[in-house]
């Protein structure tokens, strides 16, 4: 495992989150501000939120953020794109959706309805603050629970995203708190979880999405998919310096192995 793949370090990075002096109640992203409670995932010490937003076509406004370069090869399949997807339209499924920032900003864009899914009951009111605080707490539901527990039998929708805790940590690892659980994924049981079951609540012509990145075991993660009858696909890459290292991002889309195998 090479050093930016540490999931000691990213733990690390998750306590410190936590605890820093700056951290605020409320921050500013996007031309917004956004309520940021205690034991929630803070987007604004890593780029990964707003590496989400553009790559859901939620960005600008202001554009991409200072010091965000463009895409490299990922050795993925089908040949990495640098191009941020076309704005989400229809219904959307957030799992882990944190403070809600990208749930909200969807809604806002013209999404609906959005459910903002979380396993941390801190992030569900979260959310729940932040469509309030934005007006579209007609249009976003927050439900607690583990990957899509909190739905019911019936829901679809028409993309289901995910921004997810893609650093592996072993097997065995034991969460010491659930803040853990946004930065590390103990053998990759929910991402194969997700995986395997995201496609049932899915819409006809519905997009299972994936924000990943090399942070994560990206060959592990394609044998997974493999594993669970998917393939994944890269819609969109960007590369960013983070803490000392160049990181890259990528929005991944599961499809069936099968319909890929037949196009
Ligand atoms: C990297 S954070 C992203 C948060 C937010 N979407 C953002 O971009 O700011 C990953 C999120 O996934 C949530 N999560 C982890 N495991 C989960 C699970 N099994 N079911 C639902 N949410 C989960 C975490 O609690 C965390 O909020």
């Given at each position: 495992m090479s050093e930016v793949q540490s999931y000691v370090r990213s733990l690390q990075r998750s306590q410190e989150s936590l605890t820093r002096a700056d951290r605020p109640s409320v921050f500013t992203m996007r031309g917004r501000d956004w309520d940021l409670l205690d034991e929630v995932f803070a987007p604004i010490y890593s780029p990964s939120t707003g590496i989400a937003l553009d790559f859901l076509g939620l960005g600008p406004g202001p554009g991409p953020e200072p010091g965000l370069g463009s895409g490299l090869g990922s050795g993925l399949t089908d040949g990495a794109a640098e191009a941020e997807q076309a704005p989400l339209k229809g219904s959307l499924l957030e799992i882990g959706c944190g403070t809600g920032i990208i749930a909200v900003t969807a809604a806002l864009a013209g999404c609906g309805p959005v459910v903002a899914a979380d396993i941390s009951e801190r992030a569900v009111e979260n959310a729940a603050r932040n469509a309030a605080r934005h007006g579209v707490s007609d249009r976003v539901r927050a439900v607690h629970g583990d990957?899509?527990?909190?739905?019911?039998?019936?829901e679809r929708f028409d993309t289901i995203f995910w921004s997810s805790n893609y650093v592996r940590a072993p097997e065995d690892y034991e969460y010491r708190s659930v803040h853990e659980r946004a930065y590390v994924d103990a053998g990759y049981a929910v991402h194969r979880r997700y995986l395997a079951e995201a496609p049932q609540w899915l819409t006809a012509g519905g997009s299972v999405l994936l924000h990943f990145s090399n942070r994560g075991d990206v060959e592990g993660l394609n044998a997974i998919a493999a594993e669970t009858g998917r393939e994944l696909r890269v819609l969109a890459t960007r590369s960013v310096p983070e803490g000392g290292d160049m990181v890259e991002h990528m929005l991944l889309e599961a499809v069936s192995a099968r319909t890929a195998a037949a196009n």
């Open positions: 990957l899509f527990s909190g739905l019911g039998p019936g």
